[in-house]
């Protein structure tokens, strides 16, 4: 990593973990395979903040910690890149244990648990669900009828128009929301 740090992706230490590699890295790891509107592409860390701000505006109540987990949830494509679920599917569960061993190392770095308690996993993959809903019609290009082929159409609304910015500040706002929430 940048930071100097030496990760071993297959079995991740919360030691080699620096939020500045993950910010970096997933400001440069783009959100479905670079094919958005804009001259930037849009982030994966950009589409974090997102998720962060689904969960928190659908859980008012929820304690920094299970915030920082909704910025931290796609944590492990600072490494091993941003798939697409299909594809993830077909690699069987290799691909999966990688990633959930990333994961785990991630929140015990930043003083989460390693594993996420159900009832939270399932209300940031509903924000994760909803702000893949909003990419789809407002960056990907799809119409709302074909995002409905694939994507369930949220119930809440987004009220900011997402425009894809440049990985220098999508680094500087990442790294502002997770100060905030530590």
């Known amino acids: 990593m940048l930071s100097g740090k030496k990760l071993d992706i ?7 973990i620096e939020i ?5 890295g997933l400001s440069r790891v783009t ?5 958005t509107i804009g001259i930037h592409s849009y982030s994966v860390a950009q589409h974090s903040l997102l998720v962060e701000k689904l969960f928190t505006e659908n859980n008012p109540n929820s304690s920094l910690k299970w915030r920082l987990a909704a910025l931290l949830h796609d944590g492990p494509e600072y490494v091993i890149g941003d798939l697409i679920t299909p594809f993830k ?3 069987n569960n290799s691909y999966r244990l990688v990633e959930n061993n990333l994961m785990q190392a991630i929140n015990l770095r ?5 594993i996420i308690p159900k009832s939270v996993e399932l ?3 509903k924000a994760d669900k909803a702000a893949a809903w909003f990419e789809s ?3 990907a290009g799809y119409t709302e009828i074909e995002a409905l082929q694939i994507l369930k159409k949220p119930k809440i609304k987004l009220i900011t128009k997402i425009k894809p910015v440049s990985p220098k500040i999508s680094i500087k706002d990442f ?3 997770f100060n905030e929430l530590i």
Not at 10 to 16: E, I, N, R
Not at 20 to 24: P, V
Not at 110 to 114: I, K, R
């Open 89 to 91: 599917y077909a690699l």
């Open 20 to 24: 500045e590699d993950i910010a970096l």
């Open 31 to 35: 959100r479905w395979n670079g094919q």
């Open 10 to 16: 297959l079995s991740p230490s919360p030691f080699d």
């Open 175 to 177: 790294l502002k929301r």
């Open 110 to 114: 930043f003083g989460l648990p390693a």
């Open 123 to 125: 209300s940031i993959k």
């Open 137 to 139: 019609v407002q960056i």
